[in-house]
């Protein structure tokens, strides 16, 4: 079937430190591939996406490569900031059960100043 | 602008009752996603609908129930038959191709009392 694998929190930061959330698929077919960020209370919102192979998303200062080949998504930043705090999913998509979303449980991240 | 309403925001509900939260887009989306997070569980697919009058089971469909009358608006009925109903809901909506995100409301939250 279908899943998305995260590293499971919470990731603790310092601000400007190097940020690494792991996230690796299994999937049949070639899906689209998201991360998604989710602040206290609120709704997801979409970070990036990529939808084939070796193709980068970025957004914000935050990257992730689709690699097929080791099947992962990871999501980067290279300097985070307390704004950054939240809970981040990766998540892919296939033409199964009318598209809908396959989330990964989520990764917490706090940044302290 | 275009977006996605959830409402409302909280919502209490007495144990044998059955409640509807409300969700509306005017983004012109064909599918509706119902989501339901709970902690470290991440999101779990509830119902689907990528066309007006029809719908779909999720992974989690039971002492659900939903309707897609009108392409805006896709009601969730949580039924007393829902052995565990206290849960923050999402709703999303998403054009039906893989190669694009969601737009996510800003969510319920339903507790039992």
């Known amino acids: 079937g279908n899943s998305v694998t995260q590293m499971e929190g919470p990731v603790t930061l310092s601000e400007e430190a190097f940020l690494t959330i792991n996230c690796t698929y299994t999937a049949t077919g070639y899906p689209s591939l998201f991360w998604y960020v989710q602040y206290p209370g609120e709704g997801l919102q979409l970070l990036l996406k990529a939808t084939k192979a070796d193709d980068k998303g970025s957004n914000k200062g935050f990257e992730a490569t689709y690699r097929k080949e080791t099947t992962s998504f990871h999501l980067e930043k290279g300097s985070v900031q307390v704004s950054d705090s939240a809970v981040y999913f990766c998540a892919l998509r296939v033409q199964r059960s009318g598209y809908a979303l396959n989330f990964g449980k989520g990764t917490s991240l706090l940044v302290t100043p | 602008d275009g977006g996605i309403t959830q409402s409302p925001k909280y919502l209490f509900r007495k144990e044998g009752q059955n409640v509807t939260l409300s969700c509306e887009q005017n983004?012109?989306?064909?599918?509706m996603y119902w989501y339901r997070q709970d902690p470290g569980q991440g999101l779990r697919l509830i119902y689907y609908?990528?066309?007006?009058?029809?719908?779909q089971k999720g992974d989690i469909a039971e002492g659900y129930s939903v309707s897609r009358e009108k392409k805006e608006s896709f009601p969730l009925t949580v039924t007393s038959a829902q052995k565990n109903p206290t849960a923050f809901y999402l709703c999303a909506s998403s054009q039906t191709a893989q190669v694009y995100g969601y737009t996510f409301g800003s969510g319920t939250r339903l507790t039992v009392v």
């Open positions: 983004l012109n989306h064909d599918a």
């Open positions: 609908s990528q066309i007006v009058n029809d719908f």
